[in-house]
């Protein structure tokens, strides 16, 4: 993480020591910090369990942005730039439900569950933002498309002991301990989706609160063992400072 902070740096200082006073004009150039709440999930919420525990982890999301003024100065292009976390854990009652430990050990499990999914992007999040109100009362509206590069991830979890599994001869068996299982190689590197909502202007600070919709899942199209697939589905809550 500290070399995609830094690498963010140089993105952030390079811009705002090359602008000229024209250029300053059309662009506006700040800083954005926050973080990310929710899942990755089912597109249509099919096949979720009737019982089960959710957590958020810590998503932190940092970098920069920048705001292109087009010829009505309220209204803009927002780029952002930005390091951001997405991540979660689930324990889950599942039933009848497909996992492959090994190539020799694989079946339908029926049982308890935990999963623990991190991962990790350097994300383009690209936004038409325009006021709210005729008044210039500092409320905006923003949608868009995101574009996202994981530079690394997770997904991994285990069966829990006691869990029954029922292989491809139809034998059933009880889990003797927790057993781990691991998809880590099987996720896709490139995510993008829709991303929208709306921010508060409040000086040179902005309160931003989107939801970003992932539209690409997070393994392979037609991948067998995570069906369905899941996709990236969070709140997003920031502050942004313009510098310039």
Known sequence: MKNYLIALIFLFVIPSISFSQETEKKWNLGARIGFNLGASAP????????????????NPSVGVYFDYKLPNPRQSIRIELLYTRKGNNTTAFVEDRFFKVSETYLGRV???VYMEIDLNYIELPIQF???LSKKDNGWYGVAGLYLAYMVNGSF??????GSLLTDDTGTTAPVGRDTPYDYSNDLKSFD?????GAQKELGKFTIDLQVSWGFSGIFPFGYEVVDPNLFNLYGKFGVTYKII
């Open 43 to 58: 597109f249509y919420f099919q096949d979720i369990p009737d019982r089960y525990d959710w957590n958020t982890s810590f």
């Open 110 to 112: 029926t049982g308890d």
């Open 129 to 131: 933002r325009l006021p």
């Open 156 to 161: 991994n979890g285990k069966i829990l002991e």
């Open 192 to 196: 993008w989706g829709a991303q929208f």
